[in-house]
């Protein structure tokens, strides 16, 4: 059952390993198809990650193909699923935005690209992982955003697919290097609401198509 999608997280997990977003079992991934859930099993090493590991729920949780158990953070990503309607979620501990996420309360708006994660980001206030009192404080850190950081945990990214979620996280990270490096010189500048637009403007005035960003 969802053979495609489960290769397909498989692959995304192993890459965010890959590309050091990821250590060890700090990271989980998923990709939705319809009503079904293909999600990352608890304990399991991302770096290693086989699609006949990877676990199929409903939008219930309940588990439908595979001998695993889902990962512990199975209910943050149901929720943003039932609450963003997007198709791929990506959670980890990567390096650069778990240091800010344990400083900032919100990363600003320093660079345009950020505008395709929709904006600054906040962070999500800490809870204990695995509890719906982390994912509730997280889904609401992502309103209006395709990534947030999670306080003194890691960080999130969403998108159409696994794929995009991939793409949202590490478009995450860079950001998050940005601001560290820039503030070890001085104090960033931001951008502020005019020139967010004018690049906004600048984007559709020239047909660039649709950033990638939800539209609520
Ligand atoms: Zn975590």
């Not at 859930?37 to 608890?42: E, F, L, S």
């Not at 400083?103 to 695995?130: K, S």
Request: glycine fraction near 10%; include cysteine; charged fraction near 20%.
């Amino acid at each position: 059952m969802l053979e495609r999608e489960r290769e397909r997280v498989a692959v995304t997990a192993r890459r965010l390993a890959d590309e050091g977003l990821v250590l060890g079992t700090a990271g989980n991934v998923s990709h939705r198809a319809g009503e079904h859930v293909a999600i990352t099993p608890t304990g399991a090493i991302l770096a290693e990650v086989q699609a006949d590991q990877v676990v199929v729920v409903n939008a219930e949780g309940a588990v439908i193909a595979g001998d695993l158990a889902p990962t512990s953070e199975l209910e943050l990503h149901l929720g943003i699923y039932r609450r963003y309607g997007v198709g791929g979620v990506v959670h980890a501990h990567s390096p650069v935005s778990t240091a800010l996420a344990c400083v900032l309360d919100e990363l600003p708006l320093i660079h345009y690209q950020m505008l395709a994660l929709g904006g600054p980001i906040r962070v999500a206030r800490y809870a204990t992982f695995g509890t719906a009192k982390l994912a509730e404080l997280t889904l609401d850190a992502l309103e209006g955003r395709a990534a947030a950081l999670m306080a003194n945990h890691g960080m999130i990214a969403h998108g159409a697919d696994v794929e995009a979620a991939l793409e949202n996280a590490r478009l995450l990270e860079w950001a998050s290097e940005l601001y560290w490096r820039a503030a070890a010189v001085g104090r960033p500048r931001t951008l502020d609401g005019d020139q967010a637009q004018a690049f906004l403007d600048a984007v559709a005035a020239r047909s660039y198509g649709e950033l990638r960003r939800p539209d609520r």
